[in-house]
Every structure is written in structure tokens, then in C-alpha cells.
């Protein structure tokens, strides 16, 4: 299994960013994907998920409406658009397998390597 994230960097508040998550080596359609994060000295947090259809997404409260996950199982791609973005979603990014085809917000078990975003004020 590899998930290669991209699209992180620096940007203003306000601003927005485009992450990507290239996956391998698993048939991709049959499990959920998600988004965490982790800002430097705290646990990583869960940011987004959807279901193996695309047709259920869940998000943090922290980034609900700003955020936008999905998917296209042709590419085996998983995308996070995040729009106006806050110095507070600065983190390294990263993308994971769920062990099941469905949303939830635990069971990931397998880890992209992570990308940072840093958002200035």
C-alpha cells in the first residue's frame, strides 16, 4: 500500500490550497479515505473522510464548510480542497485507508507520508 500526498505549502490566511493522495497497491475503490492532520506538539486529528462511492462524506467540525473531500476512483486519487484557510490549519497533512468501505472517523490503518501546509497571518 503507498498514498503519495502533494499540495501542500505556504499560503495567507484566507487563502486556499489543493491537496492530492496518489494510492497503490490496494483496488482503491473498496475503502474509505481520509484526511488527519497534526500541528506541531499535538496528536493528529482526523480532518475528513469519504465513503468508497464518494456518496458519504463526514468532516471536523473545526473544518466543516471550508473544507471539501473527494474522490475519483478512475485515478485513485483523494483530494481535500481547503478554502479560506486559517493560521489554526497549519499542520502536516495526511492521507489514510479505512479498513472498511465506509465512512467513520476511526479503523484507518494504513498512512501516507504527509504534507505540510502552513497558513500565515
Known amino acids: 500500500v503507498q498514498l503519495q500526498a502533494s499540495g501542500g505549502g505556504l499560503v495567507q490566511a484566507g487563502g486556499s490550497l489543493r491537496l492530492s493522495c496518489v494510492a497503490s497497491?490496494?483496488?482503491?475503490?473498496?475503502?474509505?479515505m481520509g484526511w488527519f492532520r497534526q500541528a506541531p506538539g499535538r496528536e493528529r486529528e482526523f480532518a475528513a473522510v469519504?465513503?468508497?462511492?464518494?456518496?458519504?462524506?463526514d468532516y471536523a467540525d473545526s473544518v466543516k464548510g471550508r473544507f471539501t473531500i473527494s474522490r475519483d476512483n478512475s485515478k485513485n486519487t483523494v483530494t481535500l480542497q481547503m478554502n479560506s484557510l486559517k493560521p489554526e490549519d497549519t499542520a502536516v497533512y495526511y492521507c489514510?485507508?479505512?479498513?472498511?468501505?465506509?465512512?467513520?472517523?476511526?479503523?484507518?490503518?494504513?498512512w501516507g507520508r504527509g504534507t505540510q501546509v502552513t497558513v500565515s497571518s
Open positions: 469519504i465513503s468508497f462511492t464518494g456518496s458519504t462524506t
Open positions: 489514510a485507508r479505512r479498513r472498511n468501505p465506509l465512512s467513520g472517523r476511526d479503523n484507518f490503518n494504513d
Open positions: 497497491g490496494f483496488n482503491f475503490g473498496n475503502f474509505a
